[in-house]
T-cell receptor, first 116, second 111 residues
Framework: DAMVIQNPRYQVTQFGKPVTLSCSQT?????MYWYQQKSSQAPKLLFH???????NEADTPDNFQSRRPNTSFCFLDIRSPGLGDAAMYLC???????????????FGPGTRLTVL | QKEVEQNSGPLSVPEGAIASLNCTYS??????FFWYRQYSGKSPELIMS????GDKEDGRFTAQLNKASQYVSLLIRDSQPSDSATYLC???????????FGQGTELSVKP
């Protein structure tokens, strides 16, 4: 089945130790998103790729970076995780379409990050 | 004013009742509206999408949209304990096509 896959599902890292989260998709969607979701809060968009074009949100800290080597894969790099970065990280994809069409986003299962 | 607002709840309804979840949004130019269900510790799952004024029904779920009032709702008929989750309202704005999420309404269906 076509789907969005995230690895690992659970990640434990130490304060300041770089960590990379991965997302892959078999939907052949051209847009990929990374969200951060903390407990009892709405998902917060960090950035997204429209094809190869990277779009950073204005309030996303520099500590967060992303790579998209090809259509199927997208990575979230946290260069120096702090305690406040502990959260669920959600990858989502959508198929951009002509104006007026729907841009439904499909989410992966998420990676829960713990920072010790 | 938040861009997308929902009552955080928890909303508690008895099994078999109708659960009504409400959402208001501030961007009058918004065109696409989505309801996601999120179980604790899981990722959001799309339940309904709606783009035109009026009602859209899918099984036990009905989404209602009123663009003049900037209001979208989700009705769940014959609520089941398995419907207990947080329901996220999401609105696609016209600036870059991003989804703006509300904070979610926690629904609890009591047997």
């Amino acid at each position: 089945d076509a789907m969005v896959i995230q690895n690992p599902r659970y990640q434990v890292t130490q304060f300041g130790k770089p960590v990379t989260l991965s997302c892959s998709q078999t939907l052949n969607h051209n847009v990929m998103y990374w969200y951060q979701q903390k407990s009892s809060q709405a998902p917060k968009l960090l950035f997204h790729y429209y094809d190869k074009d990277f779009n950073n949100e204005a309030d996303t800290p520099d500590n967060f970076q992303s790579r998209r080597p090809n259509t199927s894969f997208c990575f979230l790099d946290i260069r120096s995780p702090g305690l406040g970065d502990a959260a669920m990280y959600l990858c989502a994809t959508s198929r951009d379409a002509l104006a007026g069409a729907v841009h439904t986003q499909y989410f992966g299962p998420g990676t829960r990050l713990t920072v010790l | 004013q938040k861009e997308v607002e929902q009552n955080s709840g928890p909303l508690s309804v008895p099994e078999g009742a109708i659960a009504s979840l409400n959402c208001t949004y501030s961007d009058r130019g918004s065109q696409s509206f989505f309801w996601y269900r999120q179980y604790s510790g899981k990722s959001p799952e799309l339940i309904m999408s709606i783009y035109s004024n009026g009602d859209k029904e899918d099984g036990r779920f009905t989404a209602q949209l009123n663009k003049a009032s900037q209001y979208v709702s989700l009705l769940i008929r014959d609520s089941q304990p398995s419907d207990s989750a947080t329901y996220l309202c999401a609105v696609r704005n016209n600036q870059g096509g991003k989804l703006i999420f509300g904070q979610g309404t926690e629904l609890s269906v009591k047997p």
